[in-house]
């Protein structure tokens, strides 16, 4: 009677075989091989040069800053007049304002305005005593430039009256003198006006 395949048999025969054959693999490889490797250190390519140089005098004389002193800690007052002599005084910055933006307002001539300035105020010249006492009268025109706000920005004499007493005195009355502002496409515009003054010793 013929006897079946025996698989445990046929294992373990073979495994008998892998197992030497793996062995002798290894003894092959160990006799073969070098049995000492040797390292070859890094060289650089190129040489590094180390340069010491000495320190100038005048540093080696710099002495270290002196330590920080450490802030103390606070400590409660004992009163009150204490705590308020250690109170640290108010600072006081100036108050930084921003320069606003001038607008340059334009001259118009008096025959080109719209709507041209009225008097509202137009004071009397002081008599000069000096021209009273004289017997000096005459007659001075003033030319007056009138700003947005009704008031005379600047005066010039444009007719003299020959006295110059009588001249300052017309001027300082120009300057006092209020007008209407006037007007040019309903914007406010500057515009020159002659104001005449009259000296008289019969009035």
């Known amino acids: 009677m013929k006897r079946g395949f025996d698989w445990e048999e046929y294992y373990s025969i073979n495994f008998r075989k892998s197992m030497v054959l793996s062995l002798a693999i290894i003894i092959a ?7 000492e490797c040797t390292v070859t250190p890094y ?13 100038p005098p ?13 802030p103390k800690l606070p400590v409660a007052a004992e009163s009150d007049k204490e705590a308020e002599e250690a ?9 930084i304002t921003k320069k606003p933006t001038q607008i340059e307002v334009p001259v118009v001539p008096f025959w080109k305005v719209e709507s041209p300035p009225k008097p509202k105020h137009i004071p009397k010249p002081k008599y000069p005593e000096i021209a009273r006492q004289a017997g000096i009268e005459g007659q001075v025109i003033v030319n007056a430039l009138v700003d947005v706000d009704g008031t005379v920005r600047e005066a010039k004499v444009i007719k003299s009256s020959g006295n110059p007493a009588l001249d300052a005195a017309a001027l300082r009355a120009a300057k006092k003198a209020t007008f209407t502002p006037a ?4 914007m406010l515009v500057r515009v020159w006006v002659a104001i005449p003054f009259i000296f008289s010793l019969k009035e």
């Open 29 to 35: 490889l160990i006799l073969i091989l070098p049995k």
């Open 87 to 95: 109170t640290i005084a108010p600072t006081e910055f100036p108050e």
């Open 58 to 70: 005048e540093l080696e004389k710099i002495a270290e800053p002196p330590p920080m002193e450490r």
């Open 43 to 55: 060289r650089l390519r190129k040489e590094v040069v180390t340069i010491m140089e000495e320190l």
């Open 183 to 186: 007007r040019q496409r309903d």
